[in-house]
């Protein structure tokens, strides 16, 4: 193998082309739970320095380094035909499309359910929020969207459902202008061969969010820079009442903070896309 190898704290993950054992030295090593870390993206004993044996044993050989994640940028029309490749008649097939807020994946989610027509129906996770007054009775509040502020117990119970495909069922929605969750808003048909999931905590290797993963026959983690994605962000807490003081101390206090966990579950997509325009 050739070139440096990095690996990067932020993400949990690393980039490059691979590195002989002799000049990996050194390398700080940050493992998410998939590879024998406490998950959350750090090891048990945060940031070290490891040998290149250490490198190698942590994440399972050069073998391991292969399942990594397939990265693309792709526009609508090839991301459309990768989903509705998934599509088996009389089978039912759940796509994942996780990400940090901001990064666009719920309106690609529904983008592409728009081109697969009657094949795909989009079921998003941001009906599982709690609501406002379960949060203040809990103290979290000020941490709206974090991973604790879900019913992720429920929504886990929900993918169980939509995978038996045996009734129609009755998903929850989140209403941004009521800014809470609406019971039964949507409704699943049995026979939906595709249902595109998407939201921020599909991979996250947390205990009650892990089991979600399961029942994903794949899983997409999009991403774009993080400049872009914070402009989006305050742009839509400004659309929805916050003043450009509060939206911006919003974005970079708590929706910053979730990306970093959540951009870290990134190693457990089976590929990450940055969107293009066609």
């Known amino acids: 193998m050739a070139g440096p190898v990095t690996v990067l704290p932020s993400a949990g993950c690393w980039a490059g082309d691979g ?22 993206g750090f090891a048990e004993d945060g940031e070290r320095p490891v040998s290149g044996e250490e490198f190698e044993d942590a994440v399972g050989g050069p073998a391991a380094l292969a399942e990594s994640p397939e990265r693309i940028e792709a526009g609508l029309a090839e991301l459309v035909e990768r989903a509705r490749a998934l599509i088996v008649p009389g089978q039912r097939r ?47 509040t000020d941490r709206k969207g974090a991973p604790d502020t879900f019913d992720a117990a429920g929504f886990v119970a929900l993918l169980g459902r939509l995978q038996d495909a045996r009734e129609t069922v009755y998903v929850p929605s989140y209403d941004r202008d009521l800014h809470e969750p609406v019971a039964a808003a949507l409704a699943v048909s049995p026979v939906t061969p595709l249902l595109i999931v998407e939201g921020n905590y599909l991979l996250l290797d947390d205990p009650e969010w892990a089991p979600a993963r399961e029942f994903l026959d794949e899983a ?45 579950s990134a190693v457990n997509a089976d590929l990450i896309v940055t969107p293009v325009q066609d």
Do not use: Q
């Not at 590195?19 to 959350?40: F, M, S, T």
């Not at 901001?102 to 989610?109: E, M, P, V």
């Not at 914070?230 to 400004?238: G, I, P, S, W």
């Open 19 to 40: 590195a002989n054992k002799d000049n990996r030295a050194g390398l700080v090593l940050v493992l998410p739970r998939k590879y024998g870390g406490a998950g959350d």
């Open 94 to 140: 759940l796509l994942g499309m996780a990400g940090a807020p901001g990064a666009g994946k719920s309106t690609l989610a529904a983008r592409i359910v728009a081109e697969l027509g009657e094949d795909a129906t989009l079921v998003p996770m941001d009906g599982y929020h709690l609501s406002r007054a379960v949060l203040a009775d809990l103290g979290r």
């Open 220 to 264: 997409w983690f999009v991403e774009i820079p993080t400049g872009l994605r914070t402009e989006r962000l305050v742009a839509r807490h400004e659309a929805h009442g916050k003043s450009p003081e509060h939206a911006r101390e919003w974005v970079f206090r708590s929706d910053e903070a979730n990306a970093r966990i959540i951009e870290a």
